[in-house]
């Protein structure tokens, strides 16, 4: 099994900045692919942001140069720094392991 708990959301500004954790434990393989998804009501959890295990990145277009997604695996923790916030970047970020393992999520809004 494997816990995520994610943290640092709360209510912004639009143009400030944001940065989101999450503490992963339990039975994680080595080789693996984690990633921040966000959703709003209504709709469906979109990818953010994902990071292999090696470094990689890959990011929706919408976040593209405003959003850095790392982690640290001496510390199972992956990261989300996001700058520049937009009212639509507005919902619940939920941290994700080998897209199988979900947290419970952490609720940002921005504000215009």
């Known amino acids: 099994q494997v816990q995520l708990v994610e943290s640092g959301g709360g209510l912004v500004l639009a143009g400030e900045s944001l940065r989101l954790s999450c503490a992963a434990s339990?039975?994680?393989?080595?080789?693996?692919?984690m990633g921040w998804y966000r959703q709003t009501p209504g709709k469906q959890r979109d990818l953010v942001a994902i990071i292999t295990s090696g470094g990689a990145t890959n990011y929706a277009d919408s976040v593209k140069g405003r959003f850095t997604i790392s982690r640290d695996n001496a510390k199972n923790t992956l990261y989300l720094q996001m700058n520049s916030l937009k009212p639509e970047d507005t919902g619940v970020y939920y941290c994700n392991v080998n897209f199988r393992y979900w947290g419970k999520g952490t609720s940002v809004t921005v504000s215009s």
């Open positions: 339990g039975s994680i393989d080595r080789s693996n692919v």
